[in-house]
């Protein structure tokens, strides 16, 4: 396994969200740029108004046009947008996107063609980014349509956060719509993809999946929806016929409150906010964003733009710190897993001779 040090790409984000703050507050610290390599996609001089409003320590920037030239123990900035543009912040402006599609195509670019290892990206406004140059529901989808390299790469939003993992069948959907894309299929295949990533990206090998039910109290045995009897359960189980330990359909709402999720290494969500709400609530600022099924690493900070703090000084970076550790960690344990499968035993024939 290489001992190089990892490079890590981060994306400002939003210019006008909180994106800067928790760049600035993280990079502070001089052990990040001790164990990897930071190059942040954005702009100098937005870092350093930032840094004046808010009246942080100075964090020293070596701006590179390439990631190629990051070969020291420093923080690198790439500069991706006009030197006219001026952040806002608090407010959800046209220029904010511009500037946060300009960082993602430009990171983006880059991981694909390997000049950066990993790609941590700071949170943008849908609203002020959605238009013809982007027409993505989020980063997830934008990043599966960049990072395409022909294997058809499928991506699969896990969040992530001291023992909890909860991955989604849905991701960015309208809730009127997920019923009709909760099919066997669907589940089966999300089921197999959780169970990949969470041995080749986590390390836990024979992981433990807990599978929610769609309806409430998975359906009541079809008294309030036949989903879970006629869908769910049977890709459960077949699941479980191909050796992976999946379990379910489990009645949502208990399901967390009780703590049953602390004897499962994953837990399998119908949808957004049935997974996502109490991760977040359990989780707090320790939680993480990971993008599975890509040929690349992306994590990101499991919060928005909070537009409503921004340039306050009051913005947390505790789960961008945790998305760079955990980017790191992943590329590595990648790594070991492609190493320990690269060349399997080969399988031995045995003449045991005929009874004459």
């Known amino acids: 396994m290489e001992n190089r040090k990892i490079k890590v790409g981060i994306t400002h984000g939003d210019i006008n969200g909180i994106g800067y703050e928790i760049i600035l507050k993280t990079l502070e610290d001089p052990r990040i740029a001790e164990i990897c ?10 870092a350093a108004s930032y840094r004046k409003l808010m009246e942080l320590p100075e964090v020293k920037f070596t701006t590179i046009t390439s990631p190629a030239e990051a070969t020291a123990d420093h923080n690198y900035i790439i500069n991706v947008v006009d030197e006219n543009v001026t952040p806002e912040p608090g407010r959800c402006t046209p220029a904010g996107g511009s500037a946060a599609l300009a ?12 000049a950066i290892d990993v790609l941590v990206t700071c949170p943008i406004s849908k609203d002020a980014i959605h238009g013809d140059e982007f027409s993505f529901p989020g980063h997830t989808e934008f990043l599966q349509d960049r990072l395409n390299d022909g294997s058809d790469p499928k991506a699969m939003m896990i969040m992530a956060g001291e023992g909890l993992r909860v991955a989604l069948v849905t991701i960015h959907e309208s809730l009127a719509d997920v019923t009709p894309k ?5 589940v089966l295949d999300s089921i197999m993809r959780f169970n990949k990533s969470l041995i080749a990206d986590f390390g836990i090998h024979s992981p433990r999946i807990a599978v929610l039910s769609l309806n409430p109290h998975a359906g009541d045995n079809g008294v309030i929806g036949s989903e879970d009897n006629e869908i769910v359960a049977p890709a459960v189980a077949e699941a479980y016929k191909k050796r992976v330990f999946a379990f379910g359909p489990y009645p949502a709402d208990g399901f967390f409150g009780s703590g049953a999720y602390k004897k499962f290494d994953g837990v399998l969500a119908m949808y957004h906010d049935q997974g996502l709400i109490p991760f977040k609530l359990l989780m707090a600022e320790r939680g993480v964003n990971y993008t599975a099924g890509l ?21 947390d970076p505790q789960s961008l710190r945790e998305a760079i550790y955990m980017a790191l960690d992943i590329y590595r344990n990648r790594q070991r897993e492609a190493e320990a499968t690269a060349n399997p035993l080969r399988k031995q024939n045995f003449d045991r001779g005929r009874n004459e």
Do not use: M, N, W
């Open 295 to 315: 040929p690349c690493v992306r994590t990101s900070p499991d919060h928005g733009t909070a537009f409503d703090i921004a340039g306050s000084g009051q913005a």
């Open 182 to 186: 909760v099919t066997k299929g669907a």
């Open 103 to 114: 960082a993602l195509e430009r990171a983006a670019t880059d991981l694909r063609e390997g």
């Open 37 to 46: 390599t930071p190059i942040v996609y954005g702009s100098a001089k937005i």
